[in-house]
């Protein structure tokens, strides 16, 4: 099991830039989930889906922040305008909801960093 | 609504010392409570979870959990500490639906000899 794959890793941008983050969740899962990680605020939750429809996005922090799943093996997060604030690492999880397990599995991350 | 709060953003033990990382939740329903630890520049990884059954839940690396309904606790324990055991460490509770996770704001554990 190749486990959560997101990508890029790291990307630097400069402020006012469009930034897509991309990711890949365990194959059989059907819900999905972004967060961002700070110093400052910690572990954020931005949104969910679940069989590909978003849920919950009450924790998207603006309307430059967007996410959309395709198909159930793909998701991005998409960020236009990219701000200095945005810099974060960005994190995505993946679960089988209905098994009563309610374990997430998250990926490596992608730190980014708007100059 | 579920909260999660871990008692001390910062735990410093010495190595072979007791780990002792705190964790109380409130739920409004019969909680799924989890421990998460994320070393750095990683993801996190699961520890242990509790859902139902023994309330004492043994985890990797040596590390266990006791649920307490009575004290709303979950506490997240190891006897002996070692210095691969430096990391930050996440509570979480389970909202119920779409395995929604609540975390805590997490506690960094340093391990020093």
């Known amino acids: 099991d190749a486990g959560v794959i997101q990508s890029p890793r790291h990307e630097v941008t400069e402020m006012g830039q469009e930034v897509t983050l991309r990711c890949k969740p365990i194959?059989?899962?059907?819900?999905l989930f972004w967060y961002r990680q700070t110093m400052m605020r910690g572990l954020e939750l931005l949104i969910y889906?679940?069989?590909?429809?978003?849920?919950?996005d009450s924790g998207m922090p603006e309307d430059r922040f967007s996410a959309k799943m395709p198909n159930a093996s793909f998701s991005t997060l998409k960020i236009q305008p990219s701000e200095p604030r945005d810099s974060a690492v960005y994190f995505c999880?993946?679960?089988?909801?209905?098994?009563?397990?309610?374990?997430?599995?998250f990926g490596p991350g992608t730190r980014l960093t708007v100059t | 609504a579920q909260s999660v709060t871990q008692l001390g953003s910062h735990v410093s033990v010495s190595e072979g010392a007791l780990v002792l990382l705190r964790c109380n939740y409130s739920s409004s329903v019969p909680p799924y409570l989890f421990w998460y630890v994320q070393y750095p520049n990683q993801g996190l990884q699961l520890l242990l979870k509790?859902?139902?059954?023994?309330?004492l839940v043994k985890g990797i690396n040596g590390f266990e959990a006791e649920f307490k309904k009575s004290e709303t606790s979950f506490h997240l324990t190891k006897p002996s500490a070692h210095m691969s055991d430096a990391a930050e460490y996440f509570c979480a509770v389970s909202e119920g639906g779409y395995n929604k996770l609540i975390f805590g704001a997490g506690t960094r554990l340093a391990v020093h000899p």
């Open positions: 509790y859902t139902t059954g023994a309330t």
């Open positions: 194959s059989g899962h059907n819900s």
């Open positions: 999880a993946s679960s089988l909801s209905g098994d009563f397990s309610y374990e997430q599995y």
């Open positions: 889906f679940n069989n590909n429809v978003p849920i919950d």
